[in-house]
Nanobody, 123 residues
C-alpha cells in the first residue's frame, strides 16, 4: 500500500507560478512511475504529466508542455510539479498518482491516488 499527500495548491494570477508536491509513504515507492492528473468541475480527469521510476523519462500533456515540469526525489519519496505561466484553464483539482510500472497517461493504470490539491488561476 502507498499513501500519497499533495500540497502546494492555491490561488495565483494568470502568468504566475506554483509548485505542487506529493509526499509518498508505504512500500515500493521507487518501483513505480508517478503521475499528475487534474480535474476541473464538470470535466473528466485528465493527464498532466508522468515520470518514470528512476526519473529519467518524463511525459507531458500537450496543454502543459513547456510550462510544467515534473520531477521526483526517491531519497525523500516526493514528486513535484513546477507550474509556470499559469492560465485560467489550468484551474482544477490536481492529483498525484502511482502504482503504474510505466509512466502512462491513462488514469486507470494507477493504483494509488492522493486526495488532491486545488489550483485556481485568476485572469
Amino acid at each position: 500500500q502507498v499513501q500519497l499527500v499533495e500540497s502546494g495548491g492555491g490561488l495565483v494570477q494568470a502568468g504566475g507560478s506554483l509548485r505542487l508536491s506529493c509526499a509518498a509513504s508505504g512500500r515500493t515507492f521507487t518501483s513505480y512511475a508517478m503521475g499528475w492528473f487534474r480535474q476541473a468541475p464538470g470535466k473528466e480527469r485528465e493527464f498532466v504529466a508522468a515520470i518514470s521510476w528512476g526519473g529519467r523519462n518524463t511525459y507531458y500533456a500537450d496543454s502543459v508542455k513547456g510550462r510544467f515540469t515534473i520531477s521526483r526525489d526517491n531519497a525523500n519519496n516526493t514528486v513535484d510539479l513546477q507550474m509556470n505561466s499559469l492560465k485560467p484553464e489550468d484551474t482544477a483539482a490536481y492529483y498525484c498518482a502511482t502504482g503504474s510500472v510505466v509512466p502512462v497517461n491513462r488514469a486507470s493504470e494507477y493504483k494509488y491516488w492522493g486526495q488532491g490539491t486545488q489550483v485556481t488561476v485568476s485572469s
